[in-house]
């Protein structure tokens, strides 16, 4: 940590965990469902576990973004974060909004609208939070007088997805025109702008990892905004098969999706032989195996399985069955909340006092644990999903008899996402072990060229 402010983004990671384990607590509740008897139906059905479980997801996620960006912009600018206080008072603002929310989805306090199930008041809050968040970073960027590449693409992914959350403030009468504008914020978030982030976030990490050169990490980044204003929004049509658009948005849409996670591991693998060649390594090598781990599950997750049921012959059968929980759980993780924990895991050794620089036994344990658990939820949705659109929509059996035939996968389920779970829990507890710095590190990063990059501007390293 070279900046005192830096700080800040222990409380982001810290709250960002704590939803994490709650997401995880409510998903196992809603996995177990499906097996039965359920004591729990009058206080907490179905629908009422999934939301908070999908909505939680969305908010860590969040979270853990605006943490690892105040992080990295001041390491980027090499300068203070604008205004600590405007950090604090956002963060305040936005746990306030997920507690109150996550209440309000027990008592049926919701729009309804799938992952953006948020009440208008809600949301209201988000768009301040966002406002302020990205005020503060601008204005960091703009006083530092120094702009990367890496920063570049990173503002452009946050403003890009608050300007994208503008269509989930409007409120539509007719459910397929509420549904079709609704992939306006949600796929162009996760299969779009959010990809600028990762991508961001990746070139960050590599460059101080892997020794790889900042130049050529950084026109990876070209690449990865052009994939994601080609295929990003061209790949939204692959949602759209029940909602009566052109037909020939269907294989553009499965196409496209398919081709977004390419960049992000060219990007990754550069790193990967750079680091063979030279011979430079971080000595944070548990920082490092979450952020190549994110780039290969990414192309496994987002691309492999997304490829593998939105091409519209498959996807008239499998639209809106388990074969989408498996591709939207492996994609969600590699993409998103592996590259969290990769910034949580470089940032960790100089953000607590006493954590070594390799990383910990503990650590790797929850790698691993994680990996395995996903990697098997993962196989556990896709024979589900294989067997539901089987016996459903071939053989035209009723959905809940095909449940009691499917139980078998759910037990197979609820059994990796426990090892999962235990993952995540071990994280969880290695972040927390340690108490947090409040005094900067003066430190340089050896594997650190300090290439301002193609937008790089003002001062020189």
């Known amino acids: 940590m070279r900046y005192r402010s830096q ?70 600018s090499r300068s203070e974060l604008h205004s600590v206080k ?8 936005w746990a306030i909004m997920g507690v109150t929310a996550i209440i309000g989805y027990f008592f049926r306090y919701g729009t309804g609208n799938k992952l953006l199930e948020q009440p208008l008041p809600h949301k209201l809050v988000i768009v301040v939070c966002m406002l302020i968040f990205l005020y503060n970073i601008g204005m960091t960027i703009k006083k530092s007088g120094r702009f990367t590449t890496t920063e570049g693409v990173l503002l452009l992914g946050l403003g890009s997805s608050a300007v994208l959350y503008l269509p989930a403030l409007l409120h539509y009468e007719n459910y397929i025109v509420s549904i ?8 162009l978030w996760v299969e779009g702008v959010w990809e600028m982030i990762q991508g961001s976030f990746l070139a960050y990490l590599l460059i101080r990892l892997s020794g790889a050169d900042r130049e050529v990490l950084e026109k990876w980044l070209y690449v990865i905004v052009g994939l994601v204003f080609i295929a990003g929004i061209l790949g939204t049509a692959h949602h759209y098969y029940w909602v009566g658009v052109p037909s020939y948005w269907l294989p553009l849409g499965g196409f496209f999706s398919a081709l977004e996670p390419v960049a992000l591991v060219g990007m990754a693998m550069y790193a990967y032989f750079a680091m063979r060649r030279t011979g430079v390594r ?18 496994f997750g987002a691309g492999l399985l997304g490829l593998a049921h939105t091409f519209p012959d498959i996807n008239k059968w499998t639209h809106g069955t388990l074969i989408t929980a498996m591709h939207g759980h492996a ?16 940032a960790q050794p100089s953000l607590t006092v006493g954590r070594s620089d390799q990383g910990t036994p503990i650590g790797y344990w929850a790698f691993w644990l994680q990996i395995a658990g996903m990697f098997g939820m993962t196989l556990s949705f896709a024979t589900a999903g294989i067997g539901q659109v089987y016996l459903e929509r071939v053989l035209g059996i009723g959905y ?24 995540v829990g071990l994280f969880i507890y290695d972040f927390f072990r340690h108490a947090p710095r409040l005094e900067p590190i003066q430190e340089l990063d050896a594997t650190d060229h300090h290439h301002a990059g193609g937008l790089a501007s003002g001062r020189s390293a």
């Open 86 to 93: 405007l950090a604090y008072i956002q963060l305040i603002l």
């Open 282 to 299: 971080h000595p944070n090598g548990l920082a490092l195996h979450w952020t190549i781990g994110s780039a290969v599950f990414t192309l």
């Open 400 to 423: 809940l008899d095909v449940q009691l035939k499917i139980q078998v996968h759910f037990l197979m389920l609820v059994a990796t996402a426990s090892l999962f779970a235990v993952g």
């Open 180 to 187: 079709y504008y609704r992939w306006w914020t949600i796929h």
């Open 7 to 76: 700080s800040v983004a222990y409380w982001y990671f810290a709250l960002a965990l704590i939803l994490f384990g709650l997401q995880l607590v409510f998903g196992l509740l809603s996995a177990a469902k499906y097996l039965g008897p359920d004591p729990l139906l009058n206080i907490m059905p179905f629908d009422v576990t999934k939301t908070i479980h999908t909505n939680l997801l969305i908010v860590w996620v969040l979270t853990g973004f605006m943490g690892a960006t105040y992080w990295i912009i001041a390491d980027e």
């Open 331 to 346: 994609a969600f993780y590699g993409a998103y909340a592996m590259i969290v924990m990769a910034v949580i895991s470089y």
